[in-house]
Nanobody, 114 residues
Framework: QVQLVESGGGLVQAGGSLRLSCAAA????????MSWYRQAPGKERVFVAT????????SYADSVKGRFTISRDNAKNTLYLQMNSLKPEETAIYYC???????WGTGTKVTVSS
């Protein structure tokens, strides 16, 4: 049984920052690559960032490169997404995903005001 629980969303002004967390209840969290996705109102869910099992390899959507940082703490079974210089169009529900088993969290809402 796998459970992913996101937190850290909220309301922030444009240009502000938030750090999202994803707590994973799963055996051997350190064995899985993880990702963040987001879904804006009325739009499809899209990829944001991914990180490999050890944390030494990351990849980002072009739209967030240089502003977002994905990281993980395997000792705490937690995935993070540091988001800086947020834009109103990044208002969305943010989801974490355990890639190989295709498990998803229930999401955390981020609202960026202009």
């Amino acid at each position: 049984q796998v459970q992913l629980v996101e937190s850290g969303g909220g309301l922030v002004q444009a240009g502000g920052s938030l750090r999202l967390s994803c707590a994973a209840a799963v055996r051997t969290f350190s064995g899985y690559n993880m990702s963040w996705y987001r879904q804006a109102p009325g739009k499809e869910r899209v990829f944001v960032a991914t990180i490999n099992w050890s944390g030494d390899s990351t990849s980002y959507a072009d739209s967030v490169k240089g502003r977002f940082t994905i990281s993980r703490d395997n000792a705490k079974n937690t995935l993070y997404l540091q988001m800086n210089s947020l834009k109103p169009e990044e208002t969305a529900i943010y989801y974490c995903r355990l890639n190989s088993l295709d498990y998803w969290g229930t999401g955390t809402k981020v609202t960026v005001s202009s």
